[in-house]
């Protein structure tokens, strides 16, 4: 297998699903940095009544202090991916990919902006209506540490 005709921003890794229950789950990609609570088998309901796209972005509603890309959209089509330019949802960084329809559709590009500017402008990439039923972005210690805290204090109230 060839692979897809874009490389990964640097800095950013993503987790490929595997031992999921549908093979469909392997289409499905998560920076690293993405703590989530997400049902997998509604977004894969909600990825095939969109036929598939090359492309299909999971969004979240944004939350205070964390920076994100901003998603336009008409009935699920992306118009437009802005950090500056504000709407009710953004980019969670969980987006399922279908790599077949990306090679068809792309030409290589140095980051993921580069291909969704594509998608876009070739009216390929959408916005899933699932969104996680929990969410968090660690881009930073603090933010690490606060995500760490919170954590021990479940465990330690499961632990009672």
Known sequence: MEPAPFSIPRGRQLLVLHNCSSPWTN???LTCDNVVDLD????????????SPPCMLV?????????????????????????QKQTDIYCSGIQVLNPARLNEVTNEGESFY???????????????????KKWFAVDTIEQLTNLTSRLSKIMLSHAR
């Open 114 to 132: 580069d291909v969704w500017r594509q998608l876009i402008a070739s009216e390929q990439l959408f916005v899933s209506s699932v969104y996680p």
């Open 59 to 83: 969004p979240v509603r944004p939350v205070p202090g964390l920076e994100g890309d901003f998603v336009f959209h008409r009935e699920h089509l992306v118009t437009e991916i802005s950090r």
């Open 40 to 51: 997998f088998a509604v977004l894969e309901e909600n990825y095939l009544s969109l036929n």
């Open 27 to 29: 289409h499905v990609r």
